[in-house]
């Protein structure tokens, strides 16, 4: 059998966003603020990889040795002829840990809002999995949607890795895991990677790397402007802030504006005052008791998490109630 008839690629025509229009709308309020979805255009996507390697910068690493180390237990979740569904699948790296070990694994169900990494990524996969069913699909994941063609003797197994949650609002983090919950029956599970509070002095340095790379993909957005509207905003006019808001649990990343200038932005005048924050984005972290109350509000049951040793990191495990 030809490995592309075990690969099935659906578009499910998802919103995609509109940079120029959502800049402008997003500079022209106040505070300023910028989405954090567009850092990703193909510098910010070599950029943020980049991030993930360096020694500050603990939970890819953590949830990488997370993932190894519980990889049996992981395993054992699956009935045979299960479905691996994966919100926000990117390049399936961490992913493979599980397709490597996991033999009860059928299918093998990616969802993201880029199409073109989509059908990269899984092409790639159903030539090193060849006996794997691949249905992948190209949809806005914390929508609620249907999978297709999914024929399964088995469970559904849901993973959501990177700690990616933690960049939702508490509200949009609550509607994911009920259309979560919605999706699941009584036999499958959910695993999610979640950031877990700690020193502030360990969460501030992991955003402000000694390297400056974090600096440089969070000004990525200034040189991105400057490129999709031919405008010359000056990066050095710009300067890169990360710290921790103890009060609402978060990190919180900014641009501060450096000195008084004006840009016009499809025949928007946008002023820019020294010492003003331009909110780009939020990575909130959670106590194990406060992602599990968050789960139960969303009629989901924490049956485990698995930590790394320095408590770091989490993978929760979840059921229906």
């Given at each position: 059998m030809e490995?592309?008839?075990?690969?099935?690629?659906?578009?499910?025509?998802?919103?995609?966003?509109?940079?120029?229009?959502?800049?402008?709308?997003?500079?022209?309020?106040?505070?300023?603020?910028?989405?954090?979805?567009?850092?990703?255009?193909?510098?910010?996507?070599?950029?943020?990889?980049?991030?993930?390697?360096?020694?500050?910068?603990?939970?890819?690493?953590?949830?990488?040795?997370?993932?190894?180390?519980?990889?049996?237990?992981?395993?054992?979740?699956?009935?045979?002829?299960?479905?691996?569904?994966?919100?926000?699948?990117?390049?399936?790296?961490?992913?493979?840990?599980?397709?490597?070990?996991?033999?009860?694994?059928?299918?093998?169900?990616?969802?993201?809002?880029?199409?073109?990494?989509?059908e990269e990524?899984?092409?790639?996969?159903?030539?090193?999995?060849?006996?794997?069913?691949?249905?992948?699909?190209?949809?806005?994941?914390?929508?609620?949607?249907?999978?297709?063609?999914?024929?399964?003797?088995?469970?559904?197994?849901?993973?959501?890795?990177?700690?990616?949650?933690?960049?939702?609002?508490?509200?949009?983090?609550?509607?994911?895991?009920?259309?979560?919950?919605?999706?699941?029956?009584?036999?499958?599970?959910?695993?999610?990677?979640?950031?877990?509070?700690?020193?502030?002095?360990?969460?501030?340095?992991?955003?402000?790397?000694?390297?400056?790379?974090?600096?440089?993909?969070?000004?990525?957005?200034?040189?991105?402007?400057?490129?999709?509207?031919?405008?010359?905003?000056?990066?050095?006019?710009?300067?890169?802030?990360?710290?921790?808001?103890?009060?609402?649990?978060?990190?919180?990343?900014?641009?501060?504006?450096l000195k008084?200038?004006?840009?016009?932005?499809?025949?928007?005048?946008?002023?820019?005052?020294?010492?003003?924050?331009?909110?780009?984005?939020?990575?909130?972290?959670?106590?194990?008791?406060?992602?599990?109350?968050?789960?139960?509000?969303?009629?989901?049951?924490?049956?485990?998490?698995?930590?790394?040793?320095?408590?770091?990191?989490?993978?929760?495990?979840?059921?229906?109630?």
């Open positions: 490995v592309w008839e075990k690969l099935k690629i659906v578009d499910m025509k998802p919103k995609v966003a509109h940079f120029r229009e959502e800049i402008v709308q997003g500079l022209l309020k106040t505070p300023k603020q910028i989405s954090p979805k567009f850092f990703y255009d193909r510098k910010g996507s070599e950029l943020f990889d980049k991030i993930t390697t360096l020694e500050e910068y603990y939970p890819t690493r953590k949830e990488r040795m997370i993932l190894k180390d519980n990889i049996g237990e992981i395993c054992s979740l699956f009935l045979n002829g299960s479905a691996l569904v994966e919100y926000g699948s990117g390049g399936s790296s961490k992913t493979m840990e599980i397709l490597d070990h996991c033999h009860g694994i059928s299918t093998y169900v990616p969802l993201d809002i880029s199409a073109s990494q989509l990524t899984s092409k790639r996969l159903s030539e090193k999995y060849p006996h794997l069913n691949i249905v992948a699909l190209c949809v806005d994941y914390t929508t609620r949607f249907e999978i297709p063609f999914l024929q399964l003797t088995g469970n559904i197994i849901a993973l959501f890795l990177g700690s990616t949650i933690g960049n939702f609002e508490p509200e949009e983090a609550s509607n994911f895991l009920w259309n979560v919950m919605d999706m699941i029956g009584p036999e499958d599970r959910v695993i999610i990677g979640v950031d877990l509070k700690k020193d502030p002095s360990i969460l501030e340095a992991a955003y402000n790397d000694s390297q400056g790379v974090t600096a440089l993909f969070n000004l990525n957005l200034i040189n991105r402007i400057n490129r999709e509207f031919g405008t010359s905003l000056d990066t050095s006019s710009f300067s890169h802030v990360a710290f921790y808001n103890r009060k609402v649990g978060r990190i919180e990343m900014h641009l501060e504006v008084d200038m004006e840009v016009i932005l499809d025949g928007n005048l946008i002023k820019f005052n020294r010492g003003e924050l331009i909110h780009t984005e939020n990575s909130y972290k959670y106590d194990p008791d406060e992602f599990e109350k968050l789960a139960n509000r969303n009629n989901l049951y924490m049956e485990k998490v698995w930590k790394d040793q320095d408590g770091y990191f989490g993978l929760f495990l979840l059921r229906k109630m």
